[in-house]
């Protein structure tokens, strides 16, 4: 009995430091390169978690663009523990899952409070097949916004795409593109402002804010703001780590990203509704820098094309790709976010 209970304090003396070890936190953020979201709300938050959160935790933060790694290998990343925390760029990592492109289906998502019903509704599924996956576990869900087209020659309506190369992220966008007559081209957000500029490609889609501090209006012409998708990214954890902490502090780790992804839906809407004026040289134009892009205007043929494809396109082109992956996949999108629309 002696032995056994020195063999115990012995055991109990070398497990007492390491739960009190200080967890260290290598953070994957967004490129520095899409602007405002990254530089004033993701990276002042990962700088002070530490004290907000008073956990034992120190914070290496690195933004994607200054490492060489490429976003579409971002759930890899997180998988392998090379980093404990991405910010992931769910569109860009879908090939990888197609689950989470049910996030962000072209014409699922035209509306801030759209996309919030949506992510409500279906971040329970993405996150399940993460975990089982990749190991990873999702902390939040925001969007940069509204996706809109950008280009170089003049258009005056979406089917003026035919024969022009469009940049695109995910496979959704590229069958939209495909279906308007446009030939899709995958290209990373820091190599479209050069494509441009050089003809590699004729238009790009991304989000007003992102196109403004990326400088695009400064190799396009014309914008047509016409909502496709939302452009959904969301903060992961990787597993192991997320084990390390106690059921009190991963409730504190949890309460702080809710406040952080709560932060950057209000922040997202500010910086469109600004960067659709200073892109088309209108006023205020307080938070991004002023342009003078051609605005197109938004027809009902246009309108109607985008609000079809979900039922049309999107939805059914999505479904045959991720169910060959994940066999439930569009019967749990039809058991959520399909009932909300009535499919």
């Known amino acids: 009995m002696r032995h056994f209970i020195a063999a115990l304090a012995m055991t109990a003396a070398f497990i007492a430091p390491a739960t009190a070890e200080t967890v260290e936190l290598k953070v994957l953020g967004q490129p520095g390169s899409t602007g405002l979201i990254q530089k004033n709300k993701e990276q002042p938050f990962f700088d002070t978690f530490a004290e907000k959160t008073g956990l034992d935790v120190t914070v290496n933060f690195q933004p994607l663009d200054v490492t060489g790694i490429k976003d579409t290998e971002e759930l ?79 258009i005056k309506k979406l089917t003026d795409l035919k024969g022009y190369k469009v940049r695109v992220y995910d496979q959704n966008l590229a069958k939209f593109v495909e279906s308007v007559g446009g030939t899709p081209v995958p290209l990373s957000f820091s190599e479209v402002q050069q494509s441009l500029a050089r003809g590699v490609v004729d238009c790009a889609i991304t989000g007003p804010s992102s196109a403004n501090s990326a400088a695009w209006p400064e190799v396009t012409t014309h914008v047509l703001p016409l909502a496709f998708q939302i452009a959904v990214n969301g903060y992961g954890i990787n597993l192991d ?22 932060d950057i839906w209000a922040y997202s809407e500010e910086l469109f509704d600004d960067a659709m004026r200073c892109n088309v040289g209108k006023t205020p134009c307080e938070l991004n820098k002023p342009y003078d892009l051609v605005e197109v205007p938004i027809s009902d043929e246009d309108l109607a094309i985008v609000q079809n494809a979900v039922k049309e396109l999107s939805f059914p082109a999505w479904a045959e790709v991720c169910d060959a992956t994940n066999p439930s996949c569009s019967a749990d999108w039809k058991a959520t976010v399909g009932k909300r629309l009535g499919m």
Request: proline share 7%; with cysteine.
């Open 76 to 154: 890899r990343i997180i998988k392998g523990g090379l980093f404990n925390v991405v910010s992931l760029r769910l569109s860009q990592v879908s090939r990888d899952e197609p689950t989470i492109l049910g996030l962000d289906l072209v014409g699922l998502n035209p509306t801030y409070e759209a996309g919030k019903k949506t992510m409500e509704e279906f971040l329970p599924i993405v996150d399940k097949r993460l975990q089982e996956k990749f190991n990873t576990k999702l902390l939040g869900i925001w969007p940069f916004g509204p996706q809109v087209l950008f280009c170089k020659p003049e």
């Open 241 to 262: 780590t997320w084990n390390k902490f106690s059921p009190e502090d991963q409730a504190t780790i949890e309460a702080a990203f809710k406040g952080l992804v709560d």
